[in-house]
Nanobody, 129 residues
Framework: LQLVESGGGLVQPGGSLRLSCAAS????????IGWFRQYPGEEHEGVSC????????YYEDSAKGRFTISRDNAKNTVYLEMNSLKAEDTAVYYC???????????????????????WGQGTQVTVSS
């Protein structure tokens, strides 16, 4: 599965951004697709994931109440709507996918996704005034 992110950029604190992840190369219905982020010099961390066949979602605590993940199966695309952005949300955001894990496991089993999942190229999100 090939993944291409878009939608990153510079936004002021309190602002909003919507990231998009377009998938190709396989049917997405069997996949969980989600978002990881990475701060400079640190490991990746999960943000939110969604199961494509039924829309079941998972959010890490840092994303709950501020971020919303959604999907459009007809477009093979997953979105991450990010509101009330903070400086600590500044990171490179990666779209990831895996066909065989639960939605929560896909978001927390970082090493498994790193070794066996599909990854996009990443998009920079910078929250700064």
């Amino acid at each position: 599965l090939q993944l291409v992110e878009s939608g990153g950029g510079l936004v002021q604190p309190g602002g909003s951004l919507r990231l998009s992840c377009a998938a190709s190369g396989s049917s997405v219905d069997q996949y969980v697709i989600g978002w990881f982020r990475q701060y400079p010099g640190e490991e990746h961390e999960g943000v939110s994931c969604i199961r494509m066949r039924d829309g079941i979602t998972y959010y890490e605590d840092s994303a709950k109440g501020r971020f919303t993940i959604s999907r459009d199966n007809a477009k093979n695309t997953v979105y991450l709507e990010m509101n009330s952005l903070k400086a600590e949300d500044t990171a490179v955001y990666y779209c990831i996918a895996h066909p065989g894990l639960t939605v929560q496991a896909t978001c927390v089993m970082i090493s498994t996704i790193r070794d066996y999942g599909s990854w996009g190229q990443g998009t920079q999100v910078t929250v700064s005034s």
